[in-house]
């Protein structure tokens, strides 16, 4: 059997990969995007080196790289899919890089999640800041906290002064509330006057839950990449239910659910369709590369 390994860079999440396909005697083909080469009409189709990666039994998506490229890299995954099972598929990944596109198919599943406004307009982006009161901006794409604002207590010139960069640099506002965790959670705001944040990311595999860890922060942007810090999180029913079932509606074979504890109870905030597990990986038991390997077997079968 051979796994291929897109990734426009060698990482420890793909060095993890190639480790586990080993154990279980597959060998991994590590496939660089940028040298991929895609033709129509002639006798192939997308290569690597002059192999032909057609004969692959499956493939993991994990880093095509950004920039103008990326756009052709990503059609080039597509053209392979009709031949070649990926993890994750591109349609999963394409929603889960969406945060309206993830925010819509929370609500149409039934899934809870922070109430949200999209507008293109200035005027009602500000009435929706101010009607939200402690809200956030975020960009519809971008991962690790990167662009993201936080509205609170601001004058009106300073949130407007925002808006409008916001709008110069991203055009579309994507508004979402500012969820305060419950009460006597001994998070937020505290009486000591120091602020600890945090939230829950959630590895989902096929239809379990493997592992789950809380990020603590003392800034409200809890990502790892921006020094958070994992603990171990326990699967509780609810976690487990909601996570899977935002997954699954985002169209994922496995996926990083990120949410947050409110008083009406947990909440979607996002989901990663190429979820990194180094921080996760500290405080888990379970080995996550060779439980994404166990179900990858599955799928070539």
């Known amino acids: ?50 192999r032909d990666i057609l004969d692959l ?36 990944i394409e929603n889960a890089g969406n945060k309206y596109r993830t925010s819509f198919l929370m609500e149409v599943n039934g899934i809870p999640s922070p109430r949200t406004v999209v507008t293109e307009d200035i005027n009602k982006a500000l009435t929706w800041t101010e009607q939200f009161g402690d809200c ?8 690790q906290g990167k662009g993201i604002v936080r509205l609170n207590h601001r004058s009106m010139v300073s949130k407007l ?47 379990e839950v493997v592992s789950a860890m809380y990020r603590v922060s003392n800034n409200w942007i809890t990502n790892i990449h921006r020094d958070g810090t994992p603990e171990k999180c326990e699967i509780t029913n609810e976690l487990e239910k909601i996570a899977v079932k935002a997954k699954n509606a985002v169209g994922l074979v496995y996926g990083g659910v990120d949410l947050i504890e409110s008083e009406e109870g947990l909440k979607v905030l996002e989901v990663n369709g190429t979820p990194s597990w180094e921080g996760l990986s500290s405080v888990s038991e379970e080995d996550i590369a060779e439980r994404l390997i166990e179900e990858a077997i599955k799928i070539c079968k």
Request: with cysteine; aromatic share 12%; hydrophobic share 35%.
């Open 161 to 207: 002064n925002v808006l409008n960069n916001f709008k110069s640099e991203h055009g579309v506002f994507y508004i979402q509330e500012f969820v305060n965790p419950p009460k006597n959670h001994g998070y937020g705001n505290t009486q000591d006057g120091k602020n600890t944040y945090r939230d829950i990311r959630a590895f989902v595999i096929g239809d």
């Open 1 to 50: 059997m051979k796994m291929g390994i897109i990734s426009e860079e060698v990482d420890w999440i793909t060095v993890q990969l190639e480790k586990s396909m080993e154990k279980y005697d597959i060998r991994p083909i590590f496939i660089k995007p940028s040298r991929i080469v895609s033709s129509i009409g002639l006798d192939f189709k997308l290569k690597l080196n002059n």
């Open 136 to 143: 956030v901006l975020k960009p519809l794409f971008g991962n």
């Open 57 to 92: 039994d499956c493939v993991f998506v994990r880093n095509i790289g950004e920039g103008p490229e990326m756009f052709y890299r990503f059609d080039a995954l597509k053209y392979l899919e009709n031949y070649v099972p990926l993890i994750n598929p591109t349609d999963g």
